[in-house]
């Protein structure tokens, strides 16, 4: 079995990440001793790897600042049409490996750093990951920001710096405990305040008629105060801005309090307005009407249109133009007028039909009134897409239909996609090695290219060497998994993996069943020959989510069982991965045989944890749902496992009526299941305690998931018997790899910039700064 890669190995691979040539890591070590003693105010005798690693933070920041100057600079000369992307959530996760590698600037950095004693991989260690996100939605927008910078667009994101991020997981007693995540608490080395920037935001008051027009009166005053954060391109000079706002309270005074005498009530009563970022909402898919979430997006919204207003009328040309200064183009109505409108518009169209008009109203009458916002969101856009084909399928055929029959050419369809950058040439560089080996290294920008790898997809040679990768990479994390859970891995075992929010729809609780499955099927016949799993399973539980808490907690119940079964020992290990987030996901994905992917058909709106698996050469076993349709066709059906019911046979099943008995009744396998969980097997000391989900699967269930067991089973069965067929596997692994280019986030951004923001992606790198080396 292979060792996993030494420090001197990881030195000496240089192919995608270049040489380290040897002035540029004799700069890299004086400002970085630099950093140490002028920035942190330390040296060597005290340092920690804490302070080591924000002097390296600043020695490479030292690296981007004349990139960004010179980006902005390069904008405001050409004045090109700009792109703002605006987000609640941005779950970037660490930045100094990824600012390293887009800047070509890693070998340099290890080299110095080896050279200094340090080994880079603690370093990177302590860095907070920035959790400004809950899952795909916030992961998504950092790809796309990497994505953006990396095709040359004048592009900026706008969100809101949350004091505290999505919430720290912790597993104690088999349940989910949520800590706070105080990511902030030692300083972040990548952002730059801005109060010159600094923006007012009014909530509530009045408005009054004045001599002068309408005016508003009475508001509470909060302060946006920005704080830009760079994106650095691939290799291309480009360093985009991430501008997050931080909720100031103003200066003046509760005059009431203080007219009162109270001056220090006045002073604390100055903080409630900064609560606005204090906390990033934890939820995922669903919000409810929370009057903070709302004043978030108003907050993040009003500071954000004030500063584009400003920058367009500051601009170069701009300025220089009274268009610039005039914004008749600019929206005036309020939103019952804009209602009207519209409501006028589908009149027109479809005479008469007063149902209809009912249905697309953006103001709901039944009981209190109701502003429906994606009603409000589509009569105000110009395009309307979906993430994945077979959403956007849905949204012209269901969720939308009215809309699509008024203006069927406002809708597209735009597939989610994944930086490269990060889901290979970050996090497997080994694997990334090999490609460059075989196609060269522009894939990371031109991910199409990776097609080439088909050929060798039976070359014996090559097959070895991707699972040498792979055994590398497994190893490393069954090394961590041995550390941070006391449960010794079969590394030669298949890693069976989940990880993604836990929610119904997801169904980590399919999953489950197949766990139980597999270990009745072992102790009902522990000679039989049985392929080697390691189950694991990861995610966050939103706090309020009740069905999701208790599924984590049967996970850890049944894991309990399962590890501690001296007749299972390694042909069966379940872990339920603490804390999942975008650090641990860089270890996970290049360590993954199998991705999990099995939402119910047509709930599962792209996904893109699917793709960085694929990327990594891990084989999936899903619906066809959300990309997972998409990875089929690119792929072909015979390097996935595709299983159970389609959103047709979704829609025919709710409209005949789904009971769920019929399929336990007809299943011994699953009765047996469903019947240790509501007996108490796996909860000895409280046999009720998870009666709830046995009645959820028999009474309650409206994801289907005993409709899909027998498939799902089936496909799990050809899985286990494929993996014993070594060659075949990893055949299929490359065959993934190869046909993963389709799904790069760089891709998904050039459809977006050509056919809906009419801007065209350049591939064309910037000059460097004068005052930096070009690598």
């Known amino acids: 079995m292979s060792k996993p890669q030494s420090d001197a190995d990881r030195r000496k691979q240089i192919s995608v990440r270049g040489i380290a040539e040897v002035g540029n890591v004799t700069e890299v ?47 405001y000369e050409k004045d090109p049409k700009r792109v703002y992307y605006l987000s609640l959530e941005y779950y970037m996760g660490r930045s100094l490996t990824n600012t390293m590698i887009n800047l070509g600037i890693q070998s340099e950095c290890e ?12 370093l990177e260690e302590m860095e907070e990951d920035a959790g400004l996100g809950n899952g795909g939605l916030g992961r998504l927008a950092a790809c796309f920001l990497d994505s953006m910078a990396t095709l040359g667009l004048a592009a900026y994101g706008y969100g809101i710096r949350y004091e ?5 997981q912790k597993i104690k007693n088999g349940e989910q405990v949520e800590e706070p995540d105080d990511w902030l608490r030692y300083g972040n080395p990548w952002e730059k305040a801005r109060p010159e920037f600094m923006l007012p935001v009014n909530f509530y008051g009045r408005v009054i008629d004045t001599p002068e027009g309408k005016k508003w009166v009475d508001t509470q005053r909060v302060f946006a105060m920005p704080y830009d ?11 985009n801005t991430l501008r997050l706002w931080s ?4 200066i003046d005074f509760n005059l009431k309090f203080f007219n009162d005498g109270d001056y220090i009530q006045a002073v604390l009563d100055r903080n409630l307005a900064e609560n606005i970022s204090r906390v990033l909402y934890p939820n995922d898919n669903f919000f409810e009407g929370k009057e903070l979430r709302l004043k978030q997006e108003y907050f993040m919204c009003a500071a954000t249109l004030q500063d584009i207003i400003r920058r367009y009328k500051a601009s170069k040309f701009g300025s220089r133009e009274a268009v610039r200064n005039t914004f008749d183009h600019f929206p005036d109505k309020i939103i019952y007028h804009i209602n009207f409108l519209h409501m006028e518009n589908v009149k027109k169209k479809f005479p008469d039909d007063l149902d209809r008009m009912r249905r697309m109203s953006m103001v709901e009458e039944d009981g209190e009134k109701r502003i429906n916002m994606a009603h409000l969101s589509i009569v105000g856009s110009h395009a309307v897409n979906g993430v994945a084909a077979i959403h956007s399928q849905i949204l012209k055929d269901s969720l939308f239909h009215d809309f699509y029959e008024m203006e069927p050419q406002k809708f597209q369809n735009k597939t989610n996609g994944i930086t490269p950058r990060r889901w290979l040439l970050l996090c497997n560089p080994g694997l990334s090695d090999l490609i460059a080996e075989k196609i060269g290294d522009e894939w990371p920008v031109h991910l199409d290219q990776l097609v080439a790898l088909k050929k060798w997809a039976k070359d014996p040679n090559f097959q070895r060497n991707v699972a040498r990768v792979k055994q590398e990479n497994k190893l490393k994390l069954a090394a961590i ?38 270990y009745n099927r072992i102790k009902k016949d522990p000679t039989a020959n049985f392929t080697p799993r390691t189950i694991m399973i990861g995610g966050k539980a939103a706090p309020g989510y009740y ?20 007749i299972v020992g390694d042909k069966l290990k379940v872990i339920f991965l603490e804390n999942y987030r975008v650090t641990l996901a860089e270890k996970i994905m290049p360590a993954a045989d199998l991705s999990e992917q099995i939402s119910t058909a047509g709930t599962e709106a792209s996904g893109t944890g699917n793709m960085k698996f694929q990327l990594n050469g891990a084989l999936t076993i899903g619906t066809l749902d959300g990309a997972n349709v998409e990875m089929a066709e690119e792929m072909g059906l015979d390097n996935i496992f595709i299983f159970g019911m389609t959103v047709d046979e979704v829609e025919a099943l709710k409209k005949k009526g789904y009971n769920a008995y019929d399929y336990y009744n007809a299943n011994p396998e699953v009765k047996q299941v469903i019947d240790q969980i509501q007996g108490g097997f796996f909860s000895p000391g409280n046999p009720n305690e998870f009666k709830n989900i046995a009645d959820i699967l028999l009474k309650y269930d409206h994801y289907y998931l005993l409709a899909d067991y027998e498939a799902y089973i089936k496909a799990q069965d050809l899985v286990s018997k494929t993996y014993q067929n070594h060659a075949k596997w990893l055949e299929m692994s490359i065959n993934n790899i190869a046909s993963s280019g389709k799904f790069s986030s760089d891709r998904t951004i050039a459809e977006y910039a050509r056919e809906i923001w009419g801007v065209e992606p350049t ?13």
């Open 247 to 250: 909720a100031k309270s103003p």
């Open 164 to 168: 505290y991020g999505i919430f720290a």
């Open 547 to 566: 069905v999701a808490k208790q599924i984590i907690k049967l996970i850890c119940a049944v894991g309990n069982v399962v590890n501690n079964d001296p």
């Open 763 to 775: 591939w064309e790198k910037l000059p460097a700064p004068e005052d930096q080396p070009q690598n």
């Open 481 to 518: 998994l041995e550390k941070d859970y006391g449960v010794k891995i079969n590394p030669s075992s298949m890693f069976d993996i989940q990880v993604k929010r836990i929610h119904e729809y997801k169904r980590q609780l399919l999953n489950c069943l197949h766990i139980i499955t597999l």
């Open 111 to 122: 080299e110095a750093m080896y050279q200094l004693g340090l080994d880079i991989e603690n």
């Open 229 to 239: 954060n760079p994106i650095p391109g691939y290799n291309n000079n480009h360093v």
């Open 29 to 75: 070590k004086k400002n970085f001793n630099r950093h140490l003693h002028y920035t942190l105010v330390k040296d060597r005798n005290v340092s920690t790897l804490r302070d080591y690693y924000f002097a390296l933070a600043n020695t490479v920041k030292d690296n981007m600042v004349g990139r960004w100057i010179r980006t902005q600079q390069h904008y």
